[in-house]
């Protein structure tokens, strides 16, 4: 059977390509995708273990594959397209603080809470020249919008995420998050739940530049 291989960010650097075509024994379970990959490109495997995820959901090793599936290798996420509605969105655009505010505002809400993430100047000890945002687009917006309807159910909040990709400068905006709800606990803790979890289960990945090179960043600092 075949199957369809998409890498990301450092992996895809790591191989050379970002989508291929495998060729598997029928009933083969995503370890034995994985086998595959990393023997003709063992780049990948050297930060540690990989994620994978089938038809845009994470999935474990011994997960079967069928013909025609999609296997993405996720790197470790830092956290374009629009995605499906205005309050969530991963763009090549600038975001706007006014349209995440206007996403989440309703009269029923007394407190809105927003976190603003922007390119910083240093990092590492490092002066930073730009970031460059990557996405896993369509998977990335699914996951927002999980991460999203169960905040604002557990919180009784209403949740935008935005988030930019492509190359950003110093003092860019890269993410804009809010939360809005009845009355301020219940803001914050959603609106800190949000960015937490987006940062560390969506598919969007940087590179940093700095005079030295560049690299991709993998933890979440």
């Known amino acids: 059977m075949r199957i369809d291989v998409r890498l990301f960010a450092s992996y895809r650097d790591a191989a050379g ?60 996420v830092s956290g374009g397209v629009t995605a499906r509605e205005d309050r969530i969105q991963v763009t090549d655009t600038r975001l706007s603080i006014d349209a995440v505010l206007d996403a989440v505002q309703a009269p029923e809400h007394g407190g809105i809470v927003v976190f603003i993430g922007t390119v910083r ?14 996405a896993y687009p369509e998977m990335a917006a699914a996951k927002m919008h999980e991460i999203a309807a169960r905040l604002e159910s557990r919180h009784g909040a209403r949740i935008a995420m935005h988030h930019r990709v492509g190359e ?30 987006l940062k560390s289960v969506v598919p969007i990945w940087k590179k940093e530049h700095t005079d030295d090179g560049s690299v991709w960043i993998e933890d979440h600092a």
């Open 17 to 76: 390509v970002s989508r291929f075509e495998l060729e598997l024994a029928p009933g083969a379970a995503v370890r034995d995708a994985l086998a595959a990959i990393v023997g003709k490109h063992p780049g990948i495997a050297r930060g540690g273990r990989v994620l994978t995820a089938r038809n845009r959901e994470y999935v474990d090793a011994d997960s079967q594959l069928a013909e025609g599936d999609e296997l993405a290798l996720i790197p470790p």
């Open 168 to 197: 950003l400068d110093v003092g860019e905006m890269a993410v804009i998050v809010a939360a809005a709800a009845a009355h301020r606990d219940a803001a914050f803790a959603a609106a800190r739940a949000a960015i937490d979890e």
């Open 121 to 134: 100047e240093r990092n590492r000890g490092q002066r930073v020249t730009r970031l460059d945002y990557e």
